[in-house]
């Protein structure tokens, strides 16, 4: 009789190399099972994401939410045409200021008031504005820049805009404003606004080694 082994069937499995069969599931009959990946690495196990990536349907936590970048535009927006008439009407005053003085003079309601007084009043009202406006478009470029304190400040900021607004509902642009400032508020703490503020960025830890032979 011969020592030599029998010859193994050509159509037999082999064993896996490293000693330890397959997990279930993984391995023989899969896509690209064992098949390096662009950058050279062993490709991760069918069904895996890669270490960083999102998986299918799931929201990126570092990408910003739709609900703050909506309260920015908002605000933005809002900002930019109360100072551009903060703007206008401190030109007019300033342009026609004696004409509006003599007019509040002869106005009966004004007796006993500094006419002068009350447009300078006036001016000091719409310079307070336009700053106001200018600072809220910086605190909502801070916002969709991950402040969480411009984030604050900015809320604070809506409140009392929409106070005002309150004060001066019989007119129109008064409710647009105050619909605008509860937008702005409630769009700041919704739509995963609060996850996105409370997370802290940092180095993020090395990827889990790829176990070999799947």
Do not use: C
């Not at 069904?47 to 908002?74: C, H, I, L, M, N």
């Not at 409370?198 to 090395?206: C, D, F, K, N």
Request: proline share 10%; net charge negative; aromatic share 8%.
């Amino acid at each position: 009789m011969s020592d030599q082994p029998p010859p193994s069937h050509p159509d037999a499995p082999q064993g896996n190399p490293y000693g330890q069969p397959p997990a279930y599931g993984q391995g023989y009959g899969q896509p690209g099972y064992g098949q390096p990946g662009h950058d050279g690495a062993p490709a991760a196990p069918y069904g895996q994401e890669a270490f960083g990536k999102q998986s299918y349907g799931g929201r990126d936590p570092e990408r910003r939410p739709g609900t703050v970048t909506a309260a920015a535009v908002v605000t933005i927006i809002f900002s930019v045409i109360a100072a551009l008439g903060g703007l206008l009407g401190v030109v007019g005053l300033l342009v026609a200021r004696d004409d509006l003085v003599d007019q509040l003079q002869q106005d009966s309601q004004f007796d006993g008031y500094d006419a002068d007084q009350i447009v300078t009043f006036g001016l000091i009202g719409l310079v307070v504005l336009v700053v106001w406006a200018l600072a809220a478009v910086v605190l909502a470029v801070l916002t969709m820049r991950r402040s969480a304190a411009a984030r604050i400040v900015l809320v604070v900021s809506s409140v009392v805009t929409a106070l005002f607004s309150l004060v001066a509902i019989l007119s129109g642009v008064s409710a647009l404003t105050l619909i605008a400032s509860i937008a702005v508020v409630v769009l700041l703490f919704t739509g995963g606004a609060n996850d996105w503020f409370a997370r802290r960025s940092g180095p993020r830890p090395p990827p889990p080694p790829v176990p070999l032979g799947g």
